[in-house]
């Protein structure tokens, strides 16, 4: 299977590689971002790609930046990439993978919407019996379900760095009451209309992380990617059970497999077995397949 590890596009300025995203400038109102086949798992960029994924993110995103858009608009546009490439071959190599996007204001919040209790929320409430400073109830397991969706913000850490779970008046100081209180209550709105179809097609979505960002009108708007496997938790519903890490169609499967090996968790990451890429991208696939078929 071929793969795109990182792009190389002569013809525009690379703005940034990121963990997952090559981002270029186009122009003062737009740019281009390549979701390439990359992984990165605790926040270090893995140096083994995995076949088609980014397309596989591509895709999804697109279904769901197009069914929120009742709830909120988003930083795609109708512009195609021979539109901005004079180059076939880039054209070619980024079909289903490169999109052009609006160029806004990305906020410094990574907005978390979680129903479940699993990964950092899961270890904050082992150590605190609360989650970004919202106490929850005793007694709670692993992968229990919350009564209800909490907003669990979390710092957006440059690459190499980790992101850490903060408070909702931590992002209050960064941003002002009033964005902050929207930003709560549409990613929870976004996150519970997420849950309520993929439910329909089998599957949970624990939780979920998402980016936004300000036009020149200080408008909010969705951008990055939206309820994919990258930034989500996907889990198999018929599978599902309290007090362990369920099976997912995410890369949940990468950080279970990494977690096994004598490893730090910081870069370079570790080569990851031939048969260990071809199931994560199943799993990719699986969770596209699910949700858009």
């Known amino acids: 299977m071929?793969?795109?590890?990182?792009?190389?596009?002569?013809?525009?300025?690379?703005?940034?590689?990121?963990?997952?995203?090559?981002?270029?400038?186009i122009d003062d109102k737009h740019m281009l971002?390549?979701?390439?086949?990359?992984?990165s798992a605790f926040d270090v960029?893995?140096?083994?790609?995995?076949?088609?994924?980014?397309?596989i993110l591509n895709e999804v995103?697109?279904?769901?930046?197009?069914?929120?858009?009742?709830?909120?608009?988003?930083?795609?546009?109708?512009?195609?990439?021979?539109?901005?490439?004079?180059?076939?071959?880039?054209?070619?190599?980024?079909?289903?993978?490169?999109?052009?996007?609006?160029?806004?204001?990305?906020?410094p919040v990574e907005a978390v919407a979680r129903g479940y209790l699993i990964g950092s929320g899961w270890k904050d409430y082992q150590a605190s019996q609360s989650v970004c400073g919202i106490s929850l109830p005793s007694g709670l397991q692993q992968a229990s379900q919350l009564a209800e969706p909490i907003f669990t913000p979390a710092t957006k850490a440059a690459v190499g760095d980790h992101d850490e779970n903060i408070s909702f008046q931590?992002?209050?100081?960064?941003?002002?009451l009033e964005l902050a209180n929207k930003i709560k209550e549409t990613t929870l709105k976004i996150y519970q209309e997420a849950v309520e179809y993929a439910k329909t097609r089998g599957i949970i979505i624990a939780d979920t992380k998402l980016e936004f960002g300000l036009d020149e009108s200080g408008e909010l708007v969705l951008i990055d990617e939206v309820i994919t496997p990258d930034s989500s938790r996907f889990w198999p519903a018929d599978a599902y059970k309290v007090g362990v890490s369920p099976p997912s169609f995410d890369k949940q499967y990468i950080r279970d497999y990494l977690e096994t090996l004598d490893w730090d968790k910081k870069a370079p990451g570790p080569r990851l077995p031939e048969e260990v890429i071809i199931q994560t991208a199943?799993?990719?696939k699986e969770a596209r397949d699910r949700l858009l078929k």
């Open 2 to 25: 071929t793969s795109l590890y990182r792009s190389n596009i002569q013809q525009l300025k690379l703005i940034n590689h990121g963990k997952v995203r090559d981002i270029y400038d």
């Open 33 to 39: 971002i390549v979701t390439t086949d990359r992984l």
């Open 45 to 55: 960029i893995l140096p083994d790609p995995v076949p088609k994924k980014g397309k």
């Open 61 to 107: 995103s697109t279904f769901w930046f197009d069914r929120f858009n009742n709830i909120i608009p988003n930083h795609l546009t109708d512009i195609s990439l021979s539109a901005v490439l004079n180059n076939k071959q880039d054209v070619d190599e980024l079909k289903g993978r490169g999109i052009v996007v609006r160029k806004l204001k990305p906020l």
């Open 170 to 176: 931590a992002v209050v100081d960064l941003i002002g």
């Open 282 to 284: 199943n799993k990719y």
